[in-house]
């Protein structure tokens, strides 16, 4: 069965700095790989997805991930955040033939002056 | 344009009550899905379709029920028998292509239930 680790439940980073957040998953097969942005109250917006090719992954907002299958992770980075920012992210993952995505449990941005 | 809706955005429920949450999309998508969200378990499956008259049960369908009688429409019924619904429910609808999970899913803003 697939599964979709987020270790790190909150994270603090002033205005400015870099972002990384990490995303681990299990799966057997090349995975589905997506991150979603969600703020508080709404649904949760794609903002970016791999699926196969080229393992860096532009998406939006000036978010990118890495797809590193020796280290089954897909994390999300930005060089230099926004207080807009603020909210939680959730790293998901599928596979062909699996109409099911799994969502890991989520980081909580804070962005700090 | 076109996106999902879900109504009503906050809903109480009572004591042995039934209660409806609506779900409608004019993307027209194939497969919609309804998952629960709680503080710290991100979000988990109840119930999702991928095609009209046609539903299968997620992760934590039990007390839960739905109907897809239409395209457009997905709505999810929190049952008495769910003891513990106080949670915030989210619709989201995908396209299908290569494998469900090729299309990422298009969300509504949710809707809050909580228990009188």
């Known amino acids: 069965a697939q599964s979709v680790t987020q270790p790190d439940i909150h994270i603090t980073v002033s205005e400015g700095a870099s972002l990384e957040l990490r995303c681990n998953y299990s799966y057997g097969a090349t995975p589905y790989l997506f991150w979603y942005v969600q703020s508080p109250g709404q649904g949760l917006q794609l903002l970016l997805k791999?699926?196969?090719?080229?393992?860096l992954v532009q998406g939006i907002k000036g978010f990118e991930a890495e797809f590193k299958r020796s280290q089954s992770s897909f994390n999300l980075r930005k060089p230099s955040v926004h207080w807009s920012d603020a909210a939680e992210y959730f790293c998901a993952v599928g596979a062909v033939g699996n109409e099911k995505l799994t969502f890991g449990t989520g980081t909580r941005l804070t962005i700090i002056p | 344009d076109g996106g999902i809706t879900q109504s009503p955005k906050y809903l109480f429920r009572k004591e042995g009550q039934n209660v409806t949450l609506s779900c409608e999309q004019n993307l027209n998508h194939d497969a919609m899905y309804w998952y629960r969200q709680d503080p710290g378990q991100g979000l988990r499956l109840i119930y999702y379709s991928q095609i009209v008259n046609d539903f299968q049960k997620g992760d934590i369908a039990e007390g839960y029920s739905v109907s897809r009688e239409k395209k457009e429409s997905f709505p999810l019924t929190v049952t008495s028998a769910q003891k513990n619904p106080t949670a915030f429910y989210l619709c989201?609808?995908?396209?299908?292509?290569?494998?469900?999970?090729?299309?990422?899913?298009?969300f509504g803003d949710g809707t809050r239930l909580s228990i009188l």
């Open positions: 989201a609808s995908s396209n299908p292509g290569e494998g469900y999970s090729n299309q990422p899913q298009h």
């Open positions: 791999y699926f196969s090719g080229d393992t």
